[in-house]
Nanobody, 115 residues
Framework: QVQLVESGGGLVQTGESLRLSCVGS????????MGWYRQAPGKQRELVAA???????NYAESVKGRFTISRDNDKNTVYLQMNSLRPEDTAVYYC?????????WGKGTLVTVSS
């Protein structure tokens, strides 16, 4: 029943910004932790940023100071503001969320940063 749909990915140049959105479909729900992961070719999927239901955030060291995660519980949406993008940020970005002791994943959105 619960589905996560990402949007906002695309092709940008080094130094530019993107804002990713992930909306939980299926009406009003109360998600627990939500987060963004990314996976580049040949690499393991890694946590980029996470936010608890209470608003506590956690970031990968490589994105601290550049990315900001936020959420709007009324809209069942989590955002990832990505500034000062670098080519090494290129990856498929996945939204994840917990709800009723289950974890849900979006299908991913591709972010490509060219030099």
């Amino acid at each position: 029943q619960v589905q996560l749909v990402e949007s906002g990915g695309g092709l940008v140049q080094t130094g530019e910004s993107l804002r990713l959105s992930c909306v939980g479909s299926g009406g009003l729900v109360s998600f627990g932790s939500m987060g963004w992961y990314r996976q580049a070719p040949g690499k393991q999927r890694e946590l980029v940023a996470a936010i608890s239901s209470g608003g506590t955030t956690n970031y990968a060291e490589s994105v601290k100071g550049r990315f900001t995660i936020s959420r709007d519980n009324d809209k069942n949406t989590v955002y990832l503001q990505m500034n000062s993008l670098r080519p090494e940020d290129t990856a498929v970005y996945y939204c994840a969320a917990s709800f009723r002791s289950s974890n849900y994943w979006g299908k991913g959105t591709l972010v490509t940063v060219s030099s």
